[in-house]
């Protein structure tokens, strides 16, 4: 009964939307507000109703309600109550009903603001949330029903997936999903700012925070899937551009692009044109991404199963981009920048060229993603392009990036100096040289090659960025201890109130350059290695030796498969400085196997040991005769935890820029939803 009123419930949210999109616009070119606000009441309303059907689903997977294919598909008698619950997300139809569950709440939000500045907007911002989130719903009930019965209820269900039964894939959804959904706002501000041919920025300013949410849960969303990647998929890695990763980045490159962007314009109303492309591109990558996902047209571990909804994708993409390049190209003559650039040596030059590899590395990760579609397209044979071909053109670029973000801080605005950029940076450089030669001599210079030798140049580059990034910090508090005689500490935390967007994003550059850390010691320095070994015998790698102590079986977590333990104990194999001597126990690990005869599928689950800046990660690749042998598969990750502290940084970042940030331009406050005076 509970889950018929959800369906009926979502099915209202749809008509309200059509309701809402439709009455906005009537009561714009009619200039009456009654229509207006009903719209934007309509669109409010969306929210709880689907809450209420998202309701009805949990209550049926709670109870395990096998009368509903779906619940048969994720639950069992045998999953927990907590791994039901998330199972919500656990496939296609769910999924896609919590996705428009978010998109809803940020519509929700959304309708709550003050509309006095910017009234003449709220009618299309409201049309155009209302029908992108009209079709997903839509989309939902007619391709993916998580409402759907079954004639003949079977006694039990397959049960979760086993590779989602893992507390990063319970929260990386949610977070990824955020991410996507909330750039629905600073699209739909776009779009009526557009529409309403306004010359000025206040779609801009009246969305700025919007789209920093909507970023920071993408960016989170990206960490948090590289750390399930990294625990669950036994390959010591986290990140191996794989379709599905690929489609959250380039949402990720272009808004980040777009972030930068923004601030030229709101500083020297400039680029325009270019921030409205930017965010138009930005939004239209996130329905590419939702589209190769969840049709099937890409293979991926943690893609969606084919289905029917290709052709409906492919149809609202294309209307969605048509609508967007005709009100950009007919309206090119209000977004001309009221300033021109002057020098490109300039702060604006250097964020204009990090915007154009910033785009360039977006289209070359949506390109060679999309490759395989366009070649079985044409010629009926799929060609895949590997990473070893995306770290080649893709990775420099990234590179590129980052020093960037090192020159950026000291050009000035207009007219940049080459002279006072070189002074500025001469304590950077003498830092990133010195950062240079210690790796150097870490390495060993004899046993230097060509690839070791790049990584210490990478590393000094980062040493270059962080260095002039944390200067910043020290001169501006320095001038505020001197001009106001304030400590310190209290002269760090008032420089940062006073200019939380700037100093917020320098945080965020920091946390960038602690992941590309991360990045170039388990690229470079990474290695593994397959090992046989007796019961009760040692092997040695990568200066650890591994003494295997036996398998064993032990409880599953689920009722629905069964585990086999392996354990080794670990010590040094040789000294490693200091405080390391050979012998010093390291740890004990315990990967192990799960079978889940349902599904017929194996997990292998790696276990770790070792240091915060070196990783040991081991799985059980194979065992003989009850274990009286086993294989191993070692991993040796160098600096690999940096890049969890820099996703922890990064998000610090946004925290600063988002918190007490600037009053809005609204000066009098709107009664929420109010009607018609």
């Given at each position: 009964?509970?889950?018929d ?9 749809a008509l309200?939307?059509l309701y809402a ?11 009456d507000d009654?229509?207006v606000?009903?719209g934007?009441i309509?669109?409010a309303?969306?929210f ?6 998202m309701a009805?689903?949990l ?12 619940v048969v598909?994720v639950?069992s008698l045998?999953?927990p109550l907590?791994f039901?619950i ?8 769910g999924?896609?009903?919590?996705w ?10 959304a309708?709550q ?7 003449e907007l ?10 992108t989130l009209?079709?997903f719903?839509v989309?939902?009930l ?15 269900g397959r049960?979760?997936?086993?590779l989602?039964?893992?507390p990063?894939m319970?929260?990386?959804p949610p977070?990824?999903y955020a ?6 706002v ?5 779009m ?8 000025d920025?206040l779609?801009l300013r ?10 920071v849960?993408?960016t989170?969303?990206l960490?948090l899937?590289?750390r399930?990647?990294?625990d ?5 890695g986290?990140w191996?551009w ?6 959250s980045f380039v ?6 692009a777009?972030?930068?962007?923004a ?5 020297r109303?400039?680029f325009k044109n270019?921030n409205?492309?930017?965010m ?20 991926s ?7 029917s909804?290709?052709?409906i994708?492919l149809?609202?993409?294309?209307v969605?981009?048509?609508?967007m390049l005709y ?7 209000v977004?001309k920048s009221e300033n021109?650039?002057d020098?490109?040596f300039s ?6 060229l990090?915007n154009?590899?910033?785009v360039s590395?977006?289209?070359?990760v ?8 366009a ?5 009926g044979?799929?060609l895949?392009v ?7 053109v893709?990775v420099?670029?990234?590179i590129?990036?980052?020093?960037l973000m090192?020159?950026?801080?000291l050009?000035?605005w207009?007219r940049g100096n080459a002279?006072?950029v ?6 950077a450089l ?13 390495l060993s210079?004899p046993?230097?090659?060509p690839?070791t030798?790049l990584?210490?140049?990478l590393?000094g580059l ?5 260095a002039v990034?944390l200067v910043e910090?020290?001169r501006?508090?320095?001038a ?5 005689h304030e400590?310190?500490l209290?002269?760090?935390g ?5 200019n939380?967007r700037r100093y917020?994003?320098y ?7 602690v992941?590309?850390?991360g990045?170039i010691?388990?690229?470079?320095f990474?290695?593994?290695a397959?090992?046989?070994v ?9 200066g650890?030796?591994?003494t295997?102590r036996g ?6 977590q689920?009722d629905?498969?069964?585990t086999l333990?392996?354990?080794l104990?670990v010590t040094?194999a ?12 390291v740890?004990g690990l315990?990967?192990r ?6 599904q ?8 770790v040991?070792g240091?915060?800046?070196?990783e040991?990660y081991?799985?059980l ?5 009850e ?8 991993y040796i990750?160098?600096?690999i ?7 922890v940084?990064?998000?610090l970042?946004f925290?600063?820029?988002f918190?007490?940030?600037e009053?809005?331009p ?7 939803l109010?009607?018609?005076?």
């Open positions: 009964m509970l889950t009123v959800g369906q009926y419930a979502v099915l209202l949210a309200l939307l999109a439709g009455a906005s616009v009537y009561g714009a070119q009619r200039d009654r229509f606000q009903s934007r309509a669109a309303l969306a709880p109703l689907m809450v209420i059907g009805g689903l209550i049926a997977l709670i109870n395990n309600d096998f009368s509903l294919r779906y598909s639950s045998g999953t907590f039901r998330t199972a919500l997300w656990g496939a296609q139809a999924s896609l009903l919590f428009c569950v978010l998109m809803s709440a940020f519509v929700f939000v309708m603001r003050r509309w006095d500045a910017d009234r709220l009618p299309y911002v409201t049309a155009t949330m209302a029908l009209a079709f719903i989309l939902t007619v391709s993916a029903n998580p409402f759907e019965r079954l004639d003949f209820p079977p006694s039990d049960g979760l997936n086993p989602l039964r893992h990063g319970i929260i990386h977070v990824l991410g996507f959904t909330g750039f629905i600073p699209f739909a501000f776009c009526a700012s557009l529409i309403t041919r306004r010359k920025d779609w009246a969305s700025r925070r919007w789209t920093l949410v909507g970023w849960f993408l989170l969303g960490i899937g590289g399930w990647a990294h669950v998929l036994g390959w010591g986290y191996g794989d379709p599905v990763e690929n489609k949402p990720w490159l272009l808004g980040t777009f972030l930068h962007s601030m030229i314009q709101e500083k109303g400039m270019w409205v492309a930017l138009m591109l930005t939004f239209g990558s996130i329905v590419w991404a939702t589209a190769i996902v969840r049709s099937g047209l890409l293979t571990v943690h893609a969606f199963a084919a289905s909804m290709g052709p994708f149809g609202f993409l294309v969605m981009l048509a609508a009100f950009w190209l007919t309206r090119l003559d977004l021109a650039l020098k490109l702060r604006e030059g250097v964020f204009l990090q154009v590899v910033f590395a977006a289209v070359t949506f390109a060679l993603t999309s490759l395989p579609i070649t079985e397209a044409i010629s044979q799929r895949t590997g990473p070893p071909y995306f770290n080649a893709v420099p670029q990234l590129l990036l980052i020093a090192g020159i950026a801080p050009v000035a207009a002279r006072a070189a002074r500025q940076s001469a304590g003498i830092f990133a040289f010195a950062v240079l030669v210690a790796v150097f001599i870490a210079l046993a230097l090659t690839m030798a990584a210490a140049a590393a980062c040493a270059y960025t962080a990034t910090y020290v501006g508090a320095r505020r201890m001197q001009a106001n400590p310190a209290v002269a760090l008032r420089l940062i109130a006073r939380q917020g994003g945080l965020v550059h920091l946390g960038v350059v992941i590309a850390i990045a010691g388990k690229g470079f990474g290695s593994d397959i090992r046989n007796p019961l009760n015998g040692t092997f040695t790698y990568g650890y030796a591994f295997y398998t064993q079986t032990v409880p599953c689920f629905d498969c069964s333990q392996a354990a104990k040094r040789s000294d490693a400085g200091p405080f390391a001597r050979a012998g010093d126990f740890g315990y990967p196997v799960d079978r889940y005869p349902a017929q599928f194996t997990s292998t689950i790696a276990d040991t240091t915060f800046n070196e040991v081991v799985i690749s194979a065992w003989e005769d274990g009286s042998s086993a294989t191993f598969t070692v990750n160098p600096m935890n940096w890049l969890w502290v820099g996703g940084i990064m998000t970042g925290i600063v820029a918190w007490r940030a009053p809005s609204v000066t009098r406050a709107v009664p929420v109010q009607g018609a005076k």
